[in-house]
């Protein structure tokens, strides 16, 4: 299929871009494409709008968004242990499914064409990604309790997992996901990194979130979470260490040493009082290209949209920082995008020729980008995702003047799902 | 006229809304008023929609609006001085109208009724607000650079926009705006007292938003600001004081004494890394409910929306505490909704018979505020503006199905006006 923008807004021009499969073939100023001998199957007319890569979610569980509004304003263990791993604990791989259709739909209706998730019932997430329509980097909650039984298993299901996952769509990118050097055993994390650098994959993994994740792993090891990963040899470029709250001076140069992946959840780590990642240490270290921005799971933040979190993220470093020029707009935009693309691996992230035809356009008519004096100011401080009109991912239209197929029937059936959950 | 709002859900339960009027005559169960012998000239079906107070925004300066996104990311005084004092500058009465116009507009986009303002062409504001039909508050800057003239001259047109003020429609208050006290002498600042004194009149002034204000203050009186507002006899119940960022034990027990009223701008105080007022202090200190939330100018933060700034304020108090139990998701709703209410001395803040027909409808099939768990949480942590569906105030209908009368020409004119003045 091919697919016609015309009139859209890209870098400050107006111009048509023409979508042939799920690429981006050619851009060219606006009308110049009706003089061309090609003719799209679809035409979307794009005046008064502009054309920005659609946003990536680095770090989510996308099924807590049955969980949302749930359990809030509480200190984090307790929050985790009466009210989330009880309720987890009851999960089936159907409300996975419909946990993670509630929060694909949130996702396209806010312009997050991908994101990296980390759940139960990886089966439930993935077809639920499938009929979404939307890119996914999925992996599969890997905690073994430092128990060898379990850990086989969990080996064996990475194995199959990943076997399975080559039948899928290529929207579909099946990556490991380690929980955390609290919940995973030395010789898991060693499998991890074999089986990832065998099989080229990514390793998704929580890194340093609170300090006393810190504490139990010097009494444990004897060192940092991140000193003890070089040591065992983990790290990587195919490394994506989410959270990096507390590290220190060394850890940050082994992070860059190794071009390791960091991926940056300012609301939930405000939210549950976890601290602040040191962002201008990180761009002193030389990682800036290395960090992305996700939301974290809907229970800690709680919604999913990543034009909220590009400006808290902004605002907490200006805040934490004591200066108002740490992360200007055009950095906290490039984390959702094209530095999240580089992270993921994926050629996409910009609007440009060749690159993949995920896209969003958004409303310049909507009040809160108006004027626009400043696109990029607007996307970042003023906009939130109902400034989003249309979606494209993977060459396919999710959503057209905010409409997407199904929704209704899919928030009724998701709510009914979520309720039965935490009546069980 | 007589408006029935059928079905909606009011703390959690099915009712129907009479409003005659300008208030809320009667809250009874759902279908009961069908019985009943009234019949409402409109009728607004609210079902799946959840009925809440509109929202105050307790501090802006609306026509700063056509500035959004003109400049950010840089150091407070080059902002200002470089950029908005030029701007200003240059202002009309008929930008601030323009402008205000198009502040009133995104507001009532995300459920907000009532905005406490302060800026230059009060008429320019207040003929805004007329035609919109949202609530405010109105100061005019009083600036007079420590001279005695425009002292003068400022005292005169204070007097004159108040008597003018009387042949307005109650919907518009007006109050005092001494700018701050780097900016007013101490001889206005008596003046500004009396007045208010004598027409009980609110008095709306920036407190210690910056650590430079107070040395500089320090410097010219030897105390820290509220102490010498204290010492010149200048608080009262009626002092609205804004940001109060920088506040010793000492001035938080003045402020106490003299039921002084705050408001807290977090979003503007992380964007221009002002620092954090110390909310969970303030609430030792007795004043919990003497605290509204306001958005602050959109130069600043750069939007117009008290959901994000509710969730903002939850956000940077739970990471800055150290605490995520600091202001629940119900505290953060009750600064922008009854405390509020309390603080601009307004008969609303709440859905009860009796108080003003001042209504926002959630939708409560919006994805964002699925699952439903807790109402509350859902508008504090995951709401944006557009989930407001329809707005009353006064007893108006402004919105209905995220429809206002108007909006494209209105948003096309303020443009084209925001547009002019940054190239006059």
Same mark, same amino acid.
């Given at each position: 299929?091919?697919? +016609?923008?015309?009139?859209?807004?890209?870098?400050?021009?107006?111009?048509?871009?023409?979508?042939?499969?799920?690429?981006?073939?050619?851009?060219?100023?606006?009308?110049?494409?009706?003089?061309?001998?090609?003719?799209?199957?679809? @035409?979307?007319?794009?005046?008064?709008?502009?054309?920005?890569?659609?946003?990536?979610?680095?770090?989510?569980?996308?099924?807590?968004?049955? &969980?949302?509004?749930?359990?809030?304003?509480?200190?984090?263990?307790?929050? &985790?242990?009466?009210?989330?791993?009880?309720?987890?604990?009851?999960?089936?791989?159907?409300?996975?499914?419909?946990?993670?259709?509630?929060?694909?739909?949130?996702?396209?209706?806010?312009?997050?064409?991908?994101?990296?998730?980390?759940?139960?019932?990886?089966?439930?997430?993935?077809?639920?990604?499938?009929?979404?329509?939307?890119?996914?980097? +999925?992996?599969? @909650?890997?905690?073994?309790?430092?128990?060898?039984?379990?850990?086989?298993?969990?080996?064996?299901?990475?194995?199959?997992?990943?076997?399975?996952?080559?039948? &899928?769509?290529?929207?579909?990118?099946?990556?490991?996901?380690?929980?955390?050097?609290?919940?995973?055993?030395? $010789?898991?994390?060693?499998?991890?990194?074999?089986?990832?650098?065998?099989?080229?994959?990514?390793?998704?993994?929580? =890194?340093?979130?609170?300090?006393? $994740?810190?504490?139990?792993?010097?009494?444990?090891?004897?060192?940092?979470?991140?000193?003890?990963?070089?040591?065992?040899?983990?790290?990587?470029?195919?490394?994506?260490?989410?959270?990096?709250?507390?590290?220190?001076?060394?850890?940050?140069?082994?992070?860059?040493?190794?071009?390791?992946?960091? =991926?940056?959840?300012?609301?939930?780590?405000?939210?549950?009082?976890?601290?602040?990642? +040191?962002?201008?240490? &990180?761009?002193?270290?030389?990682?800036?290209?290395?960090?992305?921005?996700?939301?974290?799971?809907?229970?800690?933040?709680?919604?999913?949209?990543?034009?909220?979190?590009?400006?808290?993220?902004?605002?907490?470093?200006?805040?934490?920082?004591?200066?108002?020029?740490?992360?200007?707009?055009?950095?906290?935009?490039?984390?959702?995008?094209?530095?999240?693309?580089?992270?993921?691996?994926?050629?996409?992230?910009?609007?440009?020729?060749?690159?993949?035809?995920?896209?969003?356009?958004?409303?310049?008519?909507?009040?809160?980008? @108006?004027?626009?004096?400043?696109?990029?100011?607007?996307?970042?401080?003023?906009?939130?995702?109902?400034?989003?009109?249309?979606?494209?991912?993977?060459?396919?239209?999710?959503?057209?003047?905010?409409?997407?197929?199904? $929704? $209704?029937?899919?928030?009724?059936?998701?709510?009914? @799902?979520?309720?039965?959950?935490?009546?069980?």
């Amino acid at each position: 299929m091919s697919i +016609l923008i015309k009139n859209v807004l890209v870098g400050g021009k107006e111009r048509d871009i023409y979508i042939e499969g799920n690429l981006i073939d050619t851009i060219s100023d606006a009308g110049s494409s009706n003089e061309g001998v090609r003719e799209a199957d679809f @035409v979307i007319e794009g005046r008064r709008k502009a054309a920005i890569p659609g946003l990536f979610n680095g770090h989510t569980h996308a099924a807590m968004t049955l &969980l949302r509004g749930y359990a809030d304003d509480m200190p984090l263990h307790e929050w &985790l242990s009466t009210k989330i791993w009880p309720l987890e604990a009851k999960m089936t791989e159907g409300d996975v499914y419909w946990g993670t259709k509630l929060a694909c739909l949130e996702m396209i209706k806010s312009g997050t064409t991908f994101f990296n998730d980390m759940y139960w019932y990886w089966e439930g997430s993935a077809r639920a990604v499938s009929e979404s329509g939307i890119r996914a980097m +999925l992996s599969a @909650v890997f905690i073994d309790g430092f128990d060898e039984g379990t850990a086989k298993e969990q080996i064996r299901r990475n194995e199959a997992l990943y076997e399975g996952s080559k039948k &899928l769509s290529e929207r579909i990118i099946f990556a490991l996901g380690p929980h955390a050097l609290y919940t995973v055993s030395k $010789e898991s994390l060693c499998w991890v990194k074999e089986f990832s650098e065998k099989h080229n994959l990514l390793v998704h993994i929580h =890194v340093s979130e609170t300090g006393e $994740e810190v504490e139990e792993c010097i009494k444990r090891y004897g060192m940092r979470p991140v000193e003890f990963l070089d040591e065992i040899e983990f790290l990587s470029t195919r490394t994506i260490a989410c959270h990096c709250v507390y590290l220190s001076r060394k850890e940050m140069e082994l992070l860059r040493k190794h071009d390791v992946k960091i =991926v940056h959840n300012p609301t939930s780590n405000m939210k549950l009082a976890a601290g602040r990642m +040191l962002y201008e240490e &990180l761009k002193k270290a030389g990682l800036y290209s290395n960090i992305a921005l996700g939301t974290d799971g809907c229970a800690s933040n709680n919604n999913l949209d990543m034009f909220e979190e590009m400006k808290v993220a902004s605002l907490v470093h200006k805040a934490g920082s004591g200066d108002p020029t740490n992360m200007p707009a055009q950095e906290a935009f490039e984390l959702a995008t094209i530095n999240a693309a580089k992270v993921f691996r994926l050629n996409s992230g910009v609007i440009a020729e060749g690159k993949l035809a995920d896209i969003v356009l958004l409303d310049l008519k909507k009040v809160e980008l @108006v004027p626009n004096h400043n696109l990029t100011s607007n996307i970042v401080y003023s906009a939130n995702g109902s400034c989003v009109d249309t979606v494209l991912c993977d060459g396919e239209i999710l959503m057209e003047g905010r409409k997407v197929e199904g $929704e $209704e029937e899919l928030t009724e059936r998701a709510e009914e @799902v979520a309720y039965e959950l935490v009546d069980r």
